[in-house]
């Protein structure tokens, strides 16, 4: 593993977390020495996830919360993943007119994330690169991803945070329900507060959160995104659920059970890579088409193999 690059990186140099994650997106040979080297330096950043559909007005909210973190001589990295698109690398069109006062800011950086190069899965690649970017010191990182589909529910889950944004259009609220992220959301941004709506949508939207008997770090609040107004307090619903999950453990809770699941992913991939030569001779000498034995007849005869 080249360490310089480690060392860099370490250093907080925006070439060499971009070339890192580069790393991390094409599954290079380099990931798994890279990813040991820098854990120890990892855990200290909150990592916010901001989903909403297409048009919600995330990105022009994440450019007030840049503003505002880089006030406080925050360092913050926006990861914007679209599972849409097959294109990596900087930031994507849209994002970089948003999100291009902060261009020539070093405390900033801003990548996006598509699906070309992630072979291992964009979740994993992602998941990673807020590994790389919280060793490189950004005390904030911002998961940006569009939709509500199963590969965006996973991504959220690297989060410890997640904020949903939505807006006055209708639809929006059921289609976040049925995917489910409802109930991994933790902060709900109403954006484009402006418009007409709002009062009916907090309704809805507190009508299926129950919020009555919601706790108090599980907020509802309302965001003009063109104009800033509200990011006050979408900053203030966000760093007391941060509040929230240092104090109440919860945040362990969740890294742990990230953990485990991705312990369980490694552990698969490589049974996977055991069994590999086997499945494929069991599966050409068979007649049987039972998977429920094939799989056993399988996992038994690795188990025999391992005995000799
Ligand atoms: N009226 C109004 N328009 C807004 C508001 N916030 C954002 N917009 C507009 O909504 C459009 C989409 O904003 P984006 O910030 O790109 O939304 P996004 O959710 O990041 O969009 P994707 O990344 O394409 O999913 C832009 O034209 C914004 O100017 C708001 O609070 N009020
Ligand atoms: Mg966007």
């Known amino acids: 593993m080249d360490q310089q690059l480690i060392d860099a990186l370490l250093q907080g140099q925006e070439r060499a977390v971009g070339k890192a994650i580069s790393i991390v997106e094409n599954r290079a040979l380099a990931q798994r020495d890279l990813m040991k080297q820098i854990h120890p330096y990892t855990g200290k950043a909150q990592v916010i996830g901001i989903t909403g559909s297409p048009g919600a007005g995330k990105s022009s909210l994440v450019n007030h919360l840049l503003k505002h973190w880089r006030r406080k ?23 970089r007119i948003r999100m291009h006062d902060h261009d020539a800011d070093k405390g900033v950086f801003i990548r996006s994330m598509g699906t ?26 911002i998961i940006e991803t569009v939709g509500v589909g199963q590969s965006e529910l ?19 609220i059921i289609q976040a329900f049925k995917a489910g992220i409802m109930e991994i959301a933790d902060i709900f941004i109403i954006n484009k507060a402006d418009l007409p709506g709002v009062t009916q949508l907090r309704a809805e939207l507190e009508d299926l959160l129950h919020i009555s008997a919601a706790p108090e770090h599980r907020k509802v609040v309302e965001t003009v995104s063109t104009t800033g107004e509200g990011t006050e307090d979408a900053v203030e619903a966000l760093h007391t659920h941060h509040q929230y999950l240092e104090s109440s453990g919860e945040k362990q809770q969740r890294r742990r059970r990230q953990l485990d699941s991705e312990v369980k992913r490694r552990l698969t991939e490589k049974f996977h890579a055991a069994v590999a030569p086997l499945l494929e001779e069991t599966l050409q000498q068979m007649e049987n088409d039972d998977p429920y034995e094939l799989a056993e007849i399988i996992y038994e005869t690795y188990r025999k193999n391992e005995r000799e």
């Open 73 to 95: 001589k925050e360092k913050v990295a926006v990861l914007a993943v679209d599972p849409t698109s097959p294109f990596s690398g900087g930031a994507l069109l849209g994002d």
């Open 154 to 172: 996973d991504i959220m889950k690297t989060a410890d945070t997640v904020a949903l944004v939505l807006y006055p259009s209708g639809g929006d």
């Open 116 to 141: 070309r190069g992630s072979l291992g899965g964009l979740s994993e690649a992602c998941q990673d690169s807020v590994r790389l970017l919280d060793a490189a010191g950004y005390d904030r990182i």
